[in-house]
């Protein structure tokens, strides 16, 4: 904050009234709590995690030789093209003080200039430099430049769910693409929340708002869910501790292992239709559905319909046209999953497809459950 009321200084700002922002350059922002809150719950790019402009340092933020952005009124938007410079300098030597806060010591513009330049190197002969023909990048919004956003670990972000682990669950998913993988991140909120309650809200409040804008099937059971979490309001339907990818396997697995299966609203143990057979997994255990009948939720085979739908919604997502019409043709006829899946893996798409297909399942799994008076807990 110190920084940013030296450059307004500079600038002889007299009204202080309005936000500013710094934007570094791998797209982090650095302002006040509130706003990067917002910010941080919007629906776009990575999960972020803003920081705090009245506690950064800058030293420990930006090096020499660093690009930055700042902005000063975020509704008017006045742009500053910052660089740290490469070589430091002593103030005892340059201003023969030393200040104890960021100070604007040297420069020109229209705050009359001590020698009357009215440019970095007027002498005071030469004609005025014309205008730049292009405007910087950062006026353009075309700064920082496009990054690609590193894709969402799976296997570090269910590491982190299954070990209860806070800190480790909002490090895998700050940064990081989640789109695909909502269901699966949204599991893992009611934990944080819990924990890290002022870390959490930001990243709980964007899944949320992400959650109704995708409005797959399933999104809006979830984000109705996160939402009481986040306001601490009980769920009104019976929530049972049910593994939602256990749940999809037997509603949507492979109809020649499964006719489907049970689900045991005490303990949200989901069981196929074997365990009902005593000869096939043994006596101790097998269950007995007909002993307690309201213990039991019985789940029927799907079908493959939604598998096939989801292909066809992964397909018409690639920006490859000539990829797309491969795709297309692999889900054409008999043999169409096997031909889908042999393609995805020689185009190394499979880890997007799996996260894809598994938030799909989960979505349909948790409808499925809210059909039935049931939220996953």
């Known amino acids: 904050m110190d920084l940013a009321t030296a450059i307004n200084d500079a600038f002889a700002r007299w009204d202080r009234s309005h936000l500013s922002m710094f934007t570094l350059a791998d797209g982090r922002v650095i302002t006040d709590e509130e706003t990067g ?21 800058v030293a420990r933020t930006v090096e020499p030789g660093t690009e930055f952005r700042f902005t000063f009124d975020l509704g008017d938007a006045w742009i500053h093209r ?16 030393r200040p104890d806060a960021p100070l604007p010591y040297w420069g020109w513009g229209s705050i009359p200039d001590q020698y009357g330049r009215r440019w970095a190197t ?28 590193p894709g969402l670990d799976l296997s570090e972000l269910r590491a982190a769910i299954a070990a209860g682990d806070a800190a480790r669950f909002l490090a895998a998913v700050t940064g990081r693409d989640i789109d695909d993988a909502l269901q699966q991140v949204g599991t893992g909120i009611p934990m944080a929340l819990e924990q890290r309650r002022q870390e959490a809200e930001p990243v709980a409040i964007s899944v949320i708002n ?23 309001v009980p769920l009104t339907d019976r929530v049972v501790p049910v593994a939602l990818d256990m749940l999809s396997t037997v509603l949507e697995g492979d109809l020649e292992l499964s006719t489907g299966g049970y689900l ?9 239709d074997t365990f009902t057979d005593s000869m096939m997994v043994g006596e101790g255990a097998a269950i007995d559905v007909e002993e307690e009948p309201d ?31 491969r795709l297309k043709r692999a889900i054409e006829g008999k043999g169409a ?25 989960m979505g349909r799994a948790r409808e499925f459950l809210a059909d039935n008076g049931i939220r996953a807990g």
């Open 264 to 272: 045991d609203l005490r303990t949200g143990q989901v069981y196929d």
């Open 337 to 361: 999953f096997f031909r889908f899946r042999s393609l995805v893996h020689g185009e190394n798409l499979s880890e997007q497809w799996y996260a894809f297909s598994t938030d799909r399942q």
């Open 37 to 57: 809150a917002e910010m941080a719950g919007s629906i776009g790019g990575p999960i972020i995690a803003p920081i705090d402009i009245a506690a950064a340092k």
């Open 210 to 232: 992400r959650l109704n804008w995708r409005g797959g099937v399933g999104d809006q059971v979830l984000a109705e869910d996160l939402l009481a979490c986040l306001r601490r």
């Open 122 to 149: 007027d002498d005071g002969e030469s004609r005025a430099p014309g205008r730049p023909s292009r405007s910087h990048p950062m006026l353009l919004h075309a700064w920082p430049g496009q990054v690609q956003v």
């Open 82 to 97: 910052c660089v740290v410079g490469e070589v430091k300098v002593d103030p005892l030597e340059v201003l023969g003080i």
């Open 295 to 325: 213990r039991w939720l019985r789940l029927d085979r799907t079908g493959s319909r939604n598998g096939w739908q989801d292909m066809a919604a992964f397909i018409e997502r690639q920006r490859d046209e000539a990829l797309r019409e």
